[in-house]
């Protein structure tokens, strides 16, 4: 890592020299990061690997119009390089008459979430972590298959105008798949933390669901109550939480709540917020533009009560303001999103859950899940990795996976209780920094629409 004080001379040299070269305003961002992974499968490591990159992107402002330009190199003739094709680039676009400039803000400094113990995990300690799965493994005459990462992160953004954020952290992320011939069994843990990393404790469930789910039964397409593991649960707060509560969206009209906010559109039992600075997650300070994160409520008792903004999306209505969403990727502009999710947990267990349940499915997780109506927020996937069916309040067999379409808010409206603990699931896209800290869940009506 560079150190603050070196990534500020990159910065402010970058934006002076954007300056000097008829920029009106000018904003450099610095990312270095070191990542580090060990990933196994069939009881062996077959990949090893680590790197470390740098990053700069330049944003200028000519008047209305805007340029970026971004590079994988911290050279001082390559930075300048990026800031003239930035200007240029600028110079080119149309004017913006929605653009109302680069945002202000009071400076951020977070190192909150560093950790010693995470950045030095070392290729030795993460096949230590790995021997000793594989061992339980063989034990059990079952197959493992997973990974084991670490990274520090270095982040800054600056501009001419006064902004300027910095963030030093580190993050973690672990997978074991257990497999036996026709079962498996699947954990998942992401953090800042590794010292939180029970990987024991996870790694147990996953052998005890790849020996129990061997020989799973069909059952017919249709309607069950179903009771969803965390990673399961994950997926269907992920596509609500990006697909209706994006300031852009709700201002475009492409989100079923826009002009609605303060109704009630999911279960009472439901509270959810959007927090960077949760060290229950994996932190972050500020967003892709510098503007610092807090705490901002989006659902209370069901009813939706904000959605998240960037600085340009919120200049596009009088008294609005950024809630620090701005979620560019190097020069990819995106719509603004909850990167941050938290979901406040009931008090019930799986176990109590699957006491309650009549006929019902007991789920693991979802795979490859993806919305077919993004307006309503129907969504299709597969059940993976151990379901279960459950009658008369005991598990009576494992199920063959599922194919699932289902509309996100009418499953959120019918939750019948949340689990009394929180995990979080770092995503998809954007790894484990971004994510959601969510509960099992126990639904009233699930609509699985074919046989896998």
Not at 24 to 30: C, F, G, I, L, Y
Not at 376 to 399: C, N, Q, S, W, Y
Not at 401 to 424: D, H, K
Request: hydrophobic letters at 35%; aromatic letters at 8%; charged letters at 25%.
């Amino acid at each position: 890592m560079l150190g603050k004080d070196k990534v500020r001379r990159i910065t402010d040299e970058s934006i002076e020299y954007g300056l000097a070269s008829g920029a009106t305003q000018v904003e450099a961002s610095v990312t270095c990061n070191k990542s580090y992974l060990t990933r196994y499968a069939m009881n062996h490591i077959n990949h090893n690997t680590g790197c470390e990159n740098s990053r700069f992107t330049a944003r200028v402002v000519l008047g209305k119009r805007t340029g970026s330009a971004s590079i994988g190199s911290l050279d001082p003739v390559r930075v300048k390089a990026a800031v003239d094709q930035a200007i240029t680039l600028a110079r080119l676009a149309d004017p913006d008459p929605n653009f109302k400039g680069l945002p202000v803000s009071e400076p951020v400094s977070w190192e909150g979430s560093w950790s010693k113990d995470t950045k030095d995990l070392s290729p030795d300690g993460r096949a230590g972590i790995v021997s000793e799965i594989v061992g339980e493994a063989r034990r059990n005459r079952l197959e493992a298959a997973g990974i084991i990462a670490n990274e520090e992160e270095e982040l800054a953004v600056k501009n001419s105008l006064g902004l300027d954020s910095y963030q030093k952290g580190t993050s973690y992320a672990f997978t074991v798949t257990s497999m036996s011939a026709t079962g498996s069994g699947y954990a998942r843990s992401d953090g800042w933390d590794i010292k939180n990393l029970d990987w024991r404790e996870l790694a147990e469930p996953t052998m005890e669901k790849a020996l129990s789910s061997q020989n799973p039964v069909s059952v017919e397409p249709g309607v069950y109550e179903v009771i969803l593991e965390s990673n399961a649960s994950a997926v269907l707060f992920n596509f609500f939480t990006r697909l209706a509560l994006s300031g852009r969206a709700y201002l475009d009209g492409r989100s079923l709540v826009s002009g609605r906010l303060g109704e009630k559109f999911v279960s009472e039992k439901l509270d959810i917020f959007d927090d960077g600075l949760d060290l229950r997650g994996v932190p972050r300070a500020f967003d892709s533009e510098g503007m610092p994160k807090k705490r901002l409520e989006l659902v209370s008792k069901g009813h939706v009560v904000n959605v998240c903004y960037d600085s340009y999306t919120a200049g596009l209505r009088e008294g609005l303001e950024s809630t620090g969403h701005e979620a560019s990727f190097r020069s990819y502009k995106q719509d603004p999103f909850p990167a941050n999710v938290f979901v406040e947990p009931g008090t019930s267990t799986v176990e109590d859950m699957i006491s309650s349940t009549k006929r019902g499915l007991w789920i693991t997780r979802f795979h490859y899940t993806n919305p077919i109506d993004p307006y309503h927020i129907v969504v299709t996937g597969m059940t993976r990795d151990a379901m279960f069916l459950i009658e008369d309040g005991k598990v009576v067999a494992p199920v063959r996976p599922m194919r699932f379409t289902q509309n996100v808010v009418e499953a959120l409206s019918g939750i019948q209780a949340l689990g009394g603990e929180i995990q979080y699931i770092g995503g998809y896209i954007g790894g484990p920094k971004v994510g959601q800290a969510v509960p099992a869940v126990k639904i009233d009506r699930f609509n699985f629409t074919g046989r896998v």
